[in-house]
Structure formats: structure tokens, C-alpha cells
């Protein structure tokens, strides 16, 4: 008798935990379907105002016309459209502090930005994110525009500056493909020296590219 009650309990909690986990991964797919119809991200090409909104790790959604940089296959059950964000300050010591452009994505509730910076990763609990707001004339479009892995590789002319850094300098926003073809957003500066021309954040660990974009601005 003792053996067909623990047996029950034993049944009855994969049960629950194969209900609850089901019943997750159902409102993620829902969720993701009524995203995908009412998403209202910044369109590559489109003149608009630059703005930083702030966001924070509440599981929110993300602001209209956020700017989209790249994919993550592993994050989520499809995936997950990957934003520019920047963490504002990621050290304690004022005299080594940065200001650090990266990645996010939406909904999440660990974090709101992940970023690469000298060789360590970051994240934080409220950040900004990259917004264009819509702007018949008078405003900028962004592009992405290639850059090589050589100390002599200098600023692109129209490179949007979204950081600072006290021993590089600029800080940018800059992407390159992972092992699936996907682009990874990160943050570079001008000249490196690395043989590398972009720092991002994957699984917690600091990946560069050899094969990079940087976010410039053309006016419109």
C-alpha cells in the first residue's frame, strides 16, 4: 500500500510539472502570435528622432519603434528578435566607469541589457533602449555599414556614438553573425588593435567578430 501511494505522488508531481510547464510554453507561443500581429519595431530605412527609452526587468513589452539588430535562435522556444540597448553605468569606481551599448530582448524579467565590455560581461536591471520616432523630414535614418578588422580601420563618417568609455573612448553599436547565420549586436570602438571589430555578450561569456556592421546615421 505504502509503495502504490508513493508511486501515486511520485505520478501525480510529473504530472503537474508536465501541466505547468505546458501551460508555459502555450502562453509563450499565444503571446508570441499577438506580438507578432501588433509589434510596432523600427522599420531599417525609416526617418525618424533618435530617443532612448528607458525599460527595466519587468517582463514588459518592447517600446514602439525599437531598433531591431539581430536574432538569438537559442533564447525562448522560436527565438527571440535581439534590440539595441546600452547599460548607462556598469562599474562602482567612478574612474573606471563606462556607459555600454548591447543587446536584449523582450519579454525578460532577469535582466534589461547585456552587454561586453573589456573583456568581462554586464547586465542590469534598468537600461535604455534604441528608439526611432517617426519624423517626416528633418530626422536621421540608421543603416549598418561594414567595417574591417584593422588598427587602420578608422570612425565611419556618420557612426552613431552610444557610449563612452574613460580608456577607449566612443563607444558603437556594431553586430556580427554567430554559428547559425544569426546577427549578434555588441558594442566596438575606433581604432582596434584586437584584430577583431565587434564585443558581444553570448551565454555570459565575451564573443568578438572578425566580419562586423556598425550602426551609422544618414539624414533624411
Known amino acids: 500500500m505504502r509503495f502504490i501511494l508513493i508511486l501515486f505522488g511520485v505520478t501525480y508531481t510529473l504530472a503537474h510539472e508536465h501541466w505547468e510547464a505546458d501551460s508555459y510554453h502555450q502562453r509563450k507561443r499565444l503571446r508570441e502570435r499577438v506580438i507578432n500581429q501588433y509589434r510596432d519595431d523600427?522599420?531599417?530605412?525609416?526617418?525618424?528622432?533618435?530617443?532612448?527609452?528607458?525599460?527595466?526587468?519587468?517582463?514588459?513589452?518592447?517600446?514602439?519603434k525599437a531598433v531591431i539588430a539581430g536574432h538569438g535562435r537559442s533564447i525562448g522556444i522560436h527565438g527571440e528578435d535581439l534590440y539595441v540597448c546600452r547599460i548607462e553605468s556598469i562599474g562602482d569606481d567612478p574612474n573606471?566607469?563606462?556607459?555600454?551599448?548591447?543587446?536584449?530582448?523582450?519579454?525578460?524579467?532577469?535582466?534589461?541589457?547585456?552587454?561586453?565590455?573589456?573583456g568581462k560581461t554586464h547586465s542590469a536591471s534598468e537600461c535604455q533602449v534604441l528608439t526611432v520616432r517617426p519624423r517626416a523630414h528633418s530626422g536621421i535614418r540608421l543603416e549598418w555599414e561594414s567595417i574591417r578588422t584593422s588598427p587602420n580601420q578608422m570612425v565611419p563618417s556618420d557612426a552613431l556614438k552610444l557610449g563612452n568609455d574613460q580608456?577607449?573612448?566612443?563607444?558603437?553599436?556594431?553586430?556580427?553573425?554567430?554559428?547559425?547565420?544569426?546577427?549578434?549586436?555588441?558594442?566596438?570602438?575606433?581604432?582596434?588593435?584586437?584584430?577583431?571589430?565587434?564585443?558581444?555578450?553570448v551565454a555570459g561569456h565575451e564573443v568578438t567578430g572578425e566580419t562586423c556592421d556598425v550602426l551609422v546615421q544618414k539624414r533624411c
Open 96 to 118: 573606471n566607469d563606462a556607459t555600454v551599448p548591447g543587446k536584449t530582448w523582450f519579454e525578460r524579467g532577469d535582466s534589461c541589457c547585456n552587454v561586453a565590455h573589456d
Open 42 to 64: 523600427y522599420k531599417e530605412g525609416t526617418c525618424g528622432k533618435l530617443t532612448w527609452e528607458p525599460i527595466l526587468a519587468n517582463r514588459a513589452d518592447p517600446p514602439p
Open 167 to 201: 580608456h577607449y573612448g566612443s563607444l558603437y553599436s556594431c553586430r556580427f553573425r554567430d554559428a547559425n547565420g544569426d546577427f549578434v549586436p555588441g558594442q566596438t570602438w575606433f581604432p582596434r588593435r584586437d584584430s577583431r571589430c565587434c564585443s558581444a555578450e
